[in-house]
């Protein structure tokens, strides 16, 4: 008897590993899963598990292809909230990428790793007064408003600082992005930007543009994550040019700038088929093209924000199994030493995973499994539906595939559990880029 959820047929090959979900370094030698030309024992031995283990020739390599397929005329930055470490933020600029980051950490893990200010961006719906206060001090390139508090909050910060930031007004466009819904951004009833239909975001720009302190850079949307088609870009393109027509109707004033934020999907599973970064380059281009056409507007810049694009394909999650336990025929809960304190997502969006046996090579006869965490929830799931081997053991290693995005960042303490390292790994070397934690680590914070 099968459970209700009814779960994907086995695949053919256990041991396979789909080119379009794992990281472009990862293969099998000897039937071990290498990744970076490092044996994942190597890894589990001198880092431990779980650990994330990032290639970085994978990360450059998406990073020079966004900046390819979008040209010169046009900016690409690193939504950093889907993996923020200083290695990965100075890999990414080094590839010409700018930064776009969302909190007052963020943006001081981008300056102080040498990100040049003026290619940075910042976002939020509730920026703190320090953080405002800080991006103008620091010169950063954008700052995104949000609502009509942030305006006047911005404009005393950088009367203060005596300087002139250009901003970028956020528009809700009512869009409803084919994703989760705690992932679809630009619908009305949410809490992000200036709302298109009630008139908010012509008032915001009307503010903007009224201020002396502000340099009025262009406009902002951002429909959702995880988005396969430009069905959605296409509709909100055309009404934030309608908006740009008004804008030069009403002030005078081109829009000189169109960031369409990002979301760009990715393979999680091999039933997933996202669009090839040319393709989705040349859409995005032909949707905005033609909607200037359409109201006889110039064709602002172009920029766009992908993160999960970048990072997410290029990181595997390695876990060591603990224990095994059949449940009536049904499946096999296989237990990590991990879970929802490194994985939240499966939990909070019921995402999809691919996961392999790492350690060996195995013949057995696939086994329906649910790999599941260590923490006290029932709902601590990890990979929710796969095959693995039917001699699964104790002690034998777990890869979770495409782990980058949302993952680390998402990561918590929840039942005192350290959060895990990240590992960098390339050309048969290994190194640890953002530290294990330890116990020793939570209980340094806890001074009562």
Same mark, same amino acid.
């Given at each position: 008897?099968?459970?209700?959820? /009814? ?5 053919? !090959? ?39 283990? $990032? !290639? ?16 010169? !005329?046009?900016?690409? @930055? ?6 923020? #470490? ?34 940075? $961006? ?19 390139? /954008?700052?995104?408003?949000?609502? @009509? ?7 005393? =910060? ?21 994703? /989760? ?37 262009? %406009? ?39 960031? %369409? ?7 999680? $599973? ?8 040319? #393709?989705?380059?040349?859409? %995005? ?16 810049? %172009? $920029? ?14 390695? =876990? ?7 449940? !009536?025929?049904?499946?096999? @809960? ?14 909070? @969006? ?27 929830? #029932? ?26 995005? =949302? ?21 048969? #070397? ?19």
């Amino acid at each position: 008897m099968l459970p209700a959820d /009814h779960p994907p047929a086995p695949p053919a !090959d256990l041991n396979a590993l789909h080119p379009a979900i794992w990281p472009r370094g990862a293969q099998r030698r000897g039937g071990v899963l290498t990744l970076g030309g490092v044996d994942v024992r190597d890894l589990a031995a001198e880092f431990g598990t779980p650990v994330f283990v $990032t !290639d970085e020739q994978d990360v450059r390599e998406r990073c020079r292809e966004y900046m390819d397929a979008f040209g010169a !005329d046009a900016q690409v @930055y690193y939504a950093s909230k889907a993996f923020c #470490s200083r290695a990965v933020l100075r890999w990414v600029t080094e590839e010409g990428l700018g930064v776009d980051v969302c909190t007052g950490g963020e943006l001081e893990t981008a300056l102080s790793a040498g990100v040049d200010p003026a290619m940075i $961006t910042l976002h939020g719906n509730n920026k703190l007064p320090a953080e405002l206060a800080r991006a103008v001090a620091a010169g950063i390139g /954008h700052v995104v408003v949000d609502s @009509y508090e942030e305006i006047a909050r911005l404009a005393y =910060y950088a009367e203060q600082a005596g300087a002139r930031p250009r901003v970028l007004v956020r528009v809700t466009t009512g869009v409803e992005a084919h994703t /989760h819904e705690f992932m679809a951004t630009a619908h009305d009833d949410q809490k992000f930007g200036f709302s298109l239909a009630s008139g908010a975001a012509d008032e915001a720009v009307r503010r903007v543009l009224a201020l002396p302190q502000f340099e009025f850079a262009g %406009l902002h949307s951002h429909i959702g994550s995880q988005i396969f088609d430009t069905a959605g870009f296409e509709v909100a393109a055309h009404r934030v040019v309608e908006l740009a027509a008004r804008i030069l109707a009403e002030h005078g004033v081109v829009v000189a700038e169109l960031d %369409l934020g990002g979301g760009f999907g990715i393979a999680y $599973t091999p039933e997933d088929d996202p669009p090839e970064v040319k #393709s989705l380059a040349a859409g %995005l281009r032909a949707i905005v093209t033609a909607q200037c056409a359409a109201f006889g507007l110039p064709v602002p810049r %172009l $920029t766009i924000e992908p993160g999960r694009g970048i990072v997410g394909p290029s990181t595997v999650t390695l =876990y060591e199994v603990g224990t095994i336990k059949d449940v !009536d025929g049904i499946r096999t @809960y296989v237990s990590v030493d991990g879970g929802m304190s490194d994985n939240i997502r499966t939990a909070l @969006y019921d995402a999809a995973y691919t996961c392999v046996l790492a350690s060996r090579f195995s013949a057995a006869p696939a086994m329906l499994s649910r790999v599941v965490g260590r923490h006290c929830e #029932s709902g601590d799931i990890v990979v929710r539906h796969c095959y693995l081997p039917s001699d699964l053991a104790p002690g034998d290693l777990l890869a979770v595939a495409a782990t980058g995005a =949302y993952c680390w960042s998402l990561a918590s303490n929840y039942n005192h559990l350290p959060r895990p390292g990240v590992v960098a790994v390339g050309d048969g #070397s290994a190194r640890e880029i953002v530290r294990r934690e330890t116990l020793d680590d939570l209980l340094r914070l806890d001074v009562g």
